[in-house]
């Protein structure tokens, strides 16, 4: 059953840094699209930021050049570091993974979600 975990989430200083992780485990073949989301109280979930199977990357304006995505293709994993956090930056960070090539079929999964939150 293919499925994704994440890990990394906490707490942490305004300033400060945190590297979320999540990793697809399962029958998969590849994967095209992996990304983050996330979802403060009170709003919509929104991307923060995207990566192709080709390293094609786009972010929401609000974490540019704080924010970097990347991703393993042979772990199946992907990866957001986060710098400079603000307190603007808390939410619930889910993990997305789209057109996933698996035994299962062509499949799409979301994260169970990790919370950060930034608070001095």
């Known amino acids: 059953q293919v499925q994704l975990v994440e890990s990394g989430g906490g707490l942490v200083q305004p300033g400060g840094s945190l590297r979320l992780s999540c990793a697809a485990s399962?029958?998969?073949?590849?994967?095209?699209?992996m990304g983050w989301y996330r979802q403060a109280p009170g709003k919509q979930r929104e991307l923060v930021a995207g990566i192709t199977s080709g390293g094609s990357t786009n972010y929401v304006d609000s974490v540019k050049g704080r924010f970097t995505i990347s991703r393993d293709n042979a772990k199946n994993t992907v990866y957001l570091q986060m710098n400079s956090l603000k307190t603007e930056d808390t939410a619930v960070y889910y993990c997305?993974?789209?057109?996933?090539?698996?035994?299962?079929?062509?499949?799409?999964?979301w994260g169970q979600g990790t919370q950060v939150i930034v608070s001095s």
């Open positions: 399962g029958s998969i073949f590849s994967i095209y699209t």
């Open positions: 997305h993974a789209n057109r996933i090539f698996s035994r299962e079929g062509v499949l799409e999964r």
